[in-house]
């Protein structure tokens, strides 16, 4: 039976990992490729690596640092910040990462996704959603550039584009609960497995492996992503990665 | 010596960087004379069908691969598009595939709580005896992450089966031919073991 994924998500900003919170750079948590070893040693079901530096300052894709980190993962990677063209979509994908994440790019124009599968197929197209509850009005904002650019479009509307796109995954990144180990939004989480028939991954809020195995009784199939949780350790937030071992894994998916 | 072909299409490194690991001789094979010495090859495959068949064709390797294949026997592992383009053809796409199993590769077409892309960990269960399983642990399972699937029109000598909304063919062996829909270079401990097998067992 298919397992629910529960994806570690680092952020790369100033050439190192960083915790944001609330999409504000926050700790430094240490090395990307030293934070790799340990996730595969770990045998994590996925990762993903999101550069936060490249959209804001209009830089391209590292492709020294994705070749670095594709090297070094035995697990499936996904690669985002600063895509917006095929070609770099396709030397990423050619580097030995599965995925690649758009966001600003794709947000501006959703047939860019549509190129990129011709090439590398729909399977490997993410989209990664920012998004925030809308504070008049009903629903939820989209943002990019670290949440600074909010899109004219509301989510609903956003996710039924998303639908008649070449788009393999959705990732829903909760900015309201962007280190703030408050649990998942669920009214988000349900909204987006029912407008999509595609996989949708969750991002924000997860304080606790019970988090991760709530969010997948409710959904059954859902990807689990969390960052603070599986780089701090207790109320301090020292720096420590973890992530559950094959038995505690098994504690939390649906049965 | 494993050759893995590099022609553009594939997680070359990845499968490469696990042989270099496990000290097993391996190498990339770009033009057709990086086939002298090798005794295996591994045919990896990322990317839509037609997209992975075009750069199979301009990279001039064919011929000489389906010949290595077919005519000489020599062992070849495909791995999830390298395994969709033994079929025949596509519903991804226009093009004919290797033609070397007789497949076509379908669309997943499920009810709505099966999202698909098919994407995650999932197991298997073996039919016949395939001995390129030997030491993985089933229960943990393999990466997968495919929106298609291949569908056999005939009899092979073992297949894995996996379920995901319908019951699906995610590993063959014919003979010298093995291939899985799944990823076995992402798919920690059990890939490497997987890899490892091909690489020191006998097939044919």
Redesign the interface.
């Not at chain 2, 997680?11 to 990845?14: F, H, I, L, S, T």
């Not at chain 2, 990466?143 to 929106?147: P, R, T």
């Given at each position: 039976m298919l397992r629910s994924r529960i994806i570690p998500c680092l952020l790369i900003h100033d050439d190192g990992l960083n915790k944001t919170e609330l999409f504000k750079p926050g700790k430094y948590v240490g090395d990307p490729l030293n934070a790799v070893k340990i996730f595969n040693e770990k045998e994590v079901d996925e990762l993903i690596v999101l550069d936060i530096d490249n959209t804001v300052q209009g830089k391209s894709p590292n492709m020294e640092v994705i070749q670095s980190l594709a090297n070094e993962c035995r697990m499936p990677l996904c690669y985002g910040g600063g895509i917006t063209t095929v070609e770099q979509a396709v030397h990423i994908i050619s580097m030995g990462v599965e995925k690649v994440a758009l966001s600003s790019a794709a947000l501006a124009d959703f047939s860019l996704c549509d190129k990129i599968a011709a090439v590398i197929g729909k399977q490997s197209v993410v989209v990664v959603l920012d998004v925030k509850k809308a504070r008049w009005g009903k629903g939820y904002n989209v943002f990019t550039h670290n949440g600074t650019k909010k899109h004219p479009n509301k989510l609903d509307v956003l996710l039924e584009e998303i639908s008649n796109h070449e788009v393999g995954e959705v990732v829903l990144n909760a900015i309201d609960n962007d280190g703030q180990m408050c649990g998942y939004n669920y009214e988000l989480s349900d909204l987006a497995t029912t407008k999509l028939n595609i996989p949708v991954t969750m991002l924000g809020g997860a304080s606790s492996y019970n988090d991760i195995k709530s969010l997948i009784a409710r959904h059954k199939i859902i990807g689990a992503a969390a960052g603070s949780l599986f780089v701090f350790k207790g109320r301090l937030k020292a720096v420590l990665i973890n992530y559950p071992n094959r038995e505690e894994r098994k504690k939390l998916y649906h049965k | 010596m494993i050759g893995i072909l590099d022609y553009?299409a594939g997680?070359?490194?990845?499968i490469a960087?696990?042989y270099n690991n496990l000290r097993i001789p391996n190498k990339l094979i770009k033009s057709t004379s990086d086939f002298e010495g090798v005794e295996k090859l591994i045919l990896p495959g990322?990317?839509?069908f037609d997209?992975v068949v075009s750069k199979l064709n301009e990279s001039g390797l064919k011929e000489r691969l389906s010949e290595l294949v077919l005519v000489e026997k020599i062992p070849v592992f495909g791995i999830c598009?390298g395994l969709q383009i033994m079929a025949k053809s596509s519903e991804e796409g226009t093009l004919p595939g290797l033609g070397w199993i007789n497949a076509t590769v379908k669309k997943f077409k499920l009810p709505?709580?099966y999202?698909?892309?098919?994407?995650?960990?999932?197991?298997f269960s073996v039919s016949g005896t395939n001995e390129i399983f030997n030491g993985t642990d089933n229960e943990?399972?393999f990466?997968?992450?495919?929106?298609f699937y291949f569908d056999l029109d005939e009899e092979v000598d073992s297949t894995a089966r996996t379920?995901?909304g319908i019951e699906f063919t995610s590993a063959i062996r014919k003979g010298n031919i093995v291939a899985t829909q799944f990823?076995p270079e992402?798919s920690?401990?059990n890939?490497?073991t997987l890899l490892k097998n091909f690489a020191v067992q006998d097939i044919c």
């Open positions: - | 553009g997680n070359v490194q990845a960087r696990i990322v990317g839509s997209a598009v709505s709580e999202h698909v892309p098919h994407m995650g960990w999932n197991t943990f399972g990466y997968f992450v495919h929106s379920t995901y990823h992402k920690h401990s890939g490497v």
